[in-house]
Nanobody, 127 residues
């Protein structure tokens, strides 16, 4: 098992920035590919960003490319999501997810590719 705890969410005005963090514990963090998903009220969960175990490969949803950056610090067992130029449509609960079944080199873009999930952190962007 791996435990994931997100933090850094909050209320921000459109055009502002937030940095989300996800701290992992329980297993060797560098074995895992990590990702961020989000779910807005009344909508399905959607992929945001993913990163391989080394940080050497990243993937982004088209809706956040150029605005969001995923990164990780394996020494701190933490993955980050830097969110810039936030828009009201970015409002959602953001979840981090982890999976090691692909050896950490498969950074998937769909939910079933991730075995472990955090509880989520709310991000609200006001217009």
């Amino acid at each position: 098992q791996v435990q994931l705890v997100e933090s850094g969410g909050g209320l921000v005005q459109a055009g502002g920035s937030l940095r989300l963090s996800c701290a992992a514990s329980g297993r060797t963090f560098s074995d895992f590919a990590m990702s961020w998903f989000r779910q807005a009220s009344g909508k399905e969960r959607e992929f945001v960003a993913a990163i391989t175990w080394s940080g050497g490969r990243t993937h982004y949803a088209d809706s956040v490319k150029g605005r969001f950056t995923i990164s990780r610090d394996n020494a701190k067992n933490t993955v980050y999501l830097q969110m810039n130029s936030l828009k009201p449509e970015d409002t959602a609960v953001y979840y981090c997810a982890a999976d090691d079944r692909g050896g950490g080199v498969v950074a998937g873009t769909i939910g079933p590719m991730y075995e472990f999930w955090g509880q989520g952190t709310q991000v609200t962007v006001s217009s």
